[in-house]
């Protein structure tokens, strides 16, 4: 499974705080993370967050990492 959320760094939320919170937010959710990465489009950088499932709770899994995640960073 695989999750992406585009984010601007800035000084609150450095590049290493956003990578260990989206392996914070997959765990914290139950799943195994597999890697967790960022890349660059335009002004923007994307935390990218590939992970294994339960396949009972895949359908919700997506949704509750990405809040956990935007919960963090705010």
Not at 7 to 36: C, F, H
Not at 43 to 72: C, P, W
């Amino acid at each position: 499974m695989r999750l992406w959320h585009i984010s601007k760094v800035t000084q609150r939320n450095s590049i290493k705080r956003l990578i260990e919170n989206m392996a914070r937010a997959i765990e914290e959710e139950g799943n195994k993370v597999i890697a967790v990465s960022l890349y660059q489009k335009e002004n923007n950088l994307i935390a990218h967050g590939i992970f294994e499932s339960n396949t009972q709770k895949v359908f919700d899994a997506r949704s509750n990492i990405l809040a956990r995640y935007l919960e963090m960073n705010r």
